[in-house]
C-alpha cells in the first residue's frame, strides 16, 4: 500500500506524522518511508540508519553547438522559453528546461544534443525494518518534479508493492505534491484546528477530489483554535483518522529529532486508529 502523507501549507505536523507512523509501524512490518519533500528534506532528522545507497540524480539539458542553420524551430517548439534564439547565438536556459526532447529531436542540424546536468542527490538508510530514502535538491535548482519522479522510480524498482510505502509529500497544492500523492493508494491530509489550517485544508482537499483519491485527515495540535476544521469535515462527510493532542512536550522532543510516540501512549493511541483504517481499507478493496 502506498500512503501520501500531506499538507495545505508547511508546518502543520506531516513530518512528524510520517516518522512516527513508520516508525511504529516498523516495530512489527517492513516499512518503506520516502521523503519526497526533496526541497528541504528533514524527515532524516529523526531516523539513524546505516547508508546502504547513495547516488546523484540527472536531468538532461540541451547543450547547443554551434554547427547550427540558426532557424529558429527550437525556440518556436519549446512550451517554457528555455530556449531562445537571440541573433547568432542559441541560449539554453537550463532551469527552465522540462526536459522534453522537443528542441533536441525536431534540430535539423542536430546542434542541441541532450547531456545530464546533476539536479540532486538521493540517499537510501536502513534501520531495523525500515527502510528510509531521501532525495536532496541541488541548491539553485529550480524544478523538484523531475526528482521527486526519479526518487518514486527508484522506490518502485528496489521495493516490492505488498510492503507499507509511506511518501512525506512537499506541502502546498503545486506541481511537486501533485506529482508526489499522483500515484498513491491514500493520502492522509494533515491540518491544524485553526483558521489558516482550514483554508488550506480546503484547497488541498479539493486538489485530492480532482485527482479523484481516497483520503482522511488527521487534526494536529487538536484543542488549539476553534472547531472549524472538526465542522468541516462533518458537514463534508471526510474521515477524520486521528488528533493529535497539542502539548508543548511533543514540541520539545520533535526540536530534538526524538519521535514522539516513544514518550506518550495517547500519540501511540492516535497511530493505531490510523493503522485500523488502512486495516479496513484493505478489507473494503478485498470485499
Known sequence: MDIAIASGKGGTGKTTLA?????????????????LDVEEPNSGLFINGEIVHEMDKFKMIPVWNKDCS????CQEVCNYNAVLHLGVHIMVFSELCHSCYACSELCPDSALPMKPKKMGRLKHLQHGKLSFV????EIGQ???VPLISQTKKYINENFYQEIIRIYDSP?????????????????????????FGLHDLKLTVEMIR?????????????????????????????????????????????SRGELVYKHFNDVKEQLDLIIRSFDQLVVGESV
Not at 70 to 73: A, D, R, T, V
Not at 134 to 137: F, G, K, V
Not at 229 to 237: A, I, L, M, P, Q
Open 19 to 35: 516518522t512516527n507512523l513508520a516508525s511504529y509501524l516498523a516495530e512489527k512490518d517492513k516499512v518503506v518511508l520516502v521523503d
Open 70 to 73: 540558426l532557424c529558429g524551430l
Open 134 to 137: 531521501e532525495s536532496r535538491l
Open 142 to 144: 529550480e524544478q523538484a
Open 171 to 195: 506541502p502546498g497544492t503545486s506541481c511537486p505534491v501533485i506529482e508526489a500523492v499522483k500515484d498513491v493508494d491514500y493520502v492522509i491530509l494533515v491540518t491544524e484546528p485553526t483558521p
Open 210 to 254: 480532482k485527482l479523484d483519491k481516497r483520503y482522511g485527515v488527521v487534526i494536529n495540535r487538536f484543542g488549539i483554535g476553534d472547531e472549524g476544521v472538526s465542522t468541516y469535515c462533518r458537514e463534508e462527510n471526510i474521515a477524520v483518522l486521528a488528533k493529535i493532542p497539542n502539548r508543548r512536550a511533543i514540541a520539545e522532543l520533535y
